[in-house]
């Protein structure tokens, strides 16, 4: 898919239960076709597939581009992954890091403003297992600018070489300061992003030479040492002889000995991230379930309470001072009634006493009630039904007790 900023497609797709996980490549002017081909046929042979963004020269000065680079990436992955969740890898080459993918590891993250949805964002990281750097990171200056502005064989070029290396690095220099301010803005936010990607939880692996000048040695180990610093699971593979991005051309068997480690390694992080999930989410199942069930109780315990007095004119009192001084008249009366029950239904599968009842109810309920006088406003109308009085603190007052809930 071409589109401003640069383009996305897949270097080697393949169905069937025999493929691993997706490799999504990085790169930039930097790599030849041919060296690119090279890595996606590697790749394939460990049973991994590939997904390619190869990222404009101009995304280094317009991080727009960039962003919406990243996007199209990133929808095209989502894609492969709603259909099969698997092992995702970045591998990111030369100067891609800054041309497109720390905008992703922005997205998913939710920094600086670039947001996706947050279930996309989240199935993105669950999957994303490890990252791999090769001759990469690069860090941005505009004499550096002017050697990747070049290609290397225009470089390696005589003669009229000369005139088109002139011009080239006018064109750099014309851009660096043009943006000057911004761009080392944006190198500072694009240094501290990669350095956030330690949150995901995935291993780093960064391949590196010596002779390379473009990424030298020094830029890339302290890179490493940091991510090592915050917390990074980091390995760096270095040789002596290989220039930039062609370790793989140079070192075949110790490249591709050093990759195949590291994707069983990745596949194990995203085994072991999996059945976390699992475990995570089968434990708020479970915590759903007792919340239901606390509630059917609470309920089913509110409605048994609320059965006492459903009418109108079915209330508790306790005694007044006019019923005290009528006591001793109607002595016969109460003893005759004391010998009547009144039926209170229990609380279903709830014991009011115990620590549930005193959370929903937020009182202590008492266990002793033979000093209340409890009776029904059908006693006004001369049809008592249960009379207990004694004295109580409480003379004269009309109380009604209800459930909180």
């Known amino acids: 898919m071409m589109m401003g900023g640069g383009s996305v497609y897949w270097g080697r797709k393949e169905d069937g239960s025999r493929i691993k996980g997706i490799v999504v490549i990085f790169a930039w002017i930097s790599i030849q076709d041919q060296h690119l081909r090279s890595h996606v046929d590697l790749y394939s042979s460990l049973g991994w597939n590939s997904l390619i963004a190869r990222a404009d020269f101009l995304n280094v000065f317009y991080p727009e581009r960039a962003t919406s680079l990243a996007y199209v990436l990133l929808n095209k992955l989502m894609e492969e992954l709603k ?69 290397p064989a225009i470089r390696n070029m005589p003669g009229p070489s000369k005139l088109v290396s002139w011009l080239a690095k006018g064109v750099a220099s014309g851009l660096d300061g043009l943006y000057l301010t911004r761009f080392e803005s944006q190198r500072a936010e694009y240094w501290q992003t990669l350095y956030s990607s330690v949150e995901i939880g995935a291993p780093f692996l960064i391949l590196c030479s010596a002779k390379d000048v473009l990424a030298p040695y020094s830029v890339i180990s302290n890179f490493a040492q940091i991510l090592q610093d915050i917390g990074g699971d980091v390995e760096i593979v270095k040789w002596s002889g290989s220039p930039h991005v062609e370790h793989y051309k140079h070192y075949p068997m110790q490249y591709r000995a050093a990759v195949t480690n590291f994707l069983e390694k990745a596949t194990s992080v995203y085994s072991h991230r999996i059945q976390q999930l699992r475990e995570r989410s089968g434990l708020r199942d479970e915590i759903s379930e007792l919340i239901c069930d606390l509630q059917k109780v609470a309920v089913s315990s509110n409605q048994s309470l609320t059965r006492v007095a459903v009418g109108p004119s079915d209330h508790f009192f306790l005694p007044s001072s006019s019923e005290n001084q009528n006591g001793r008249e109607s002595g016969s009366v109460q003893d005759e009634q004391r010998e009547r029950s009144m039926y209170l239904p229990e609380p279903p599968s709830m014991n009011a006493h115990g620590v549930l009842g005193k959370i929903l109810f937020d009182v202590c309920v008492p266990k002793n009630v033979e000093g209340w006088d409890i009776r029904f406003l059908g006693a006004l109308k001369g049809q008592q039904f249960t009379s207990a009085r004694r004295h109580s603190p409480f003379l004269g007052i009309k109380c009604n007790r209800r459930s909180r809930l």
């Open 83 to 151: 259909i099969r969740t698997c092992p995702v890898v970045f591998l990111s080459f030369s100067g891609a890091p800054k041309a497109c993918m720390y905008k992703v590891y922005q997205i998913i993250q939710g920094t600086d403003g670039c947001q996706l949805h947050l279930d996309k964002s989240e199935l993105v990281r669950n999957c994303l297992s490890g990252h791999i750097y090769d001759s990469s990171p690069v860090d941005f200056g505009s004499d550096l600018n002017v050697q990747f502005a070049l290609h």
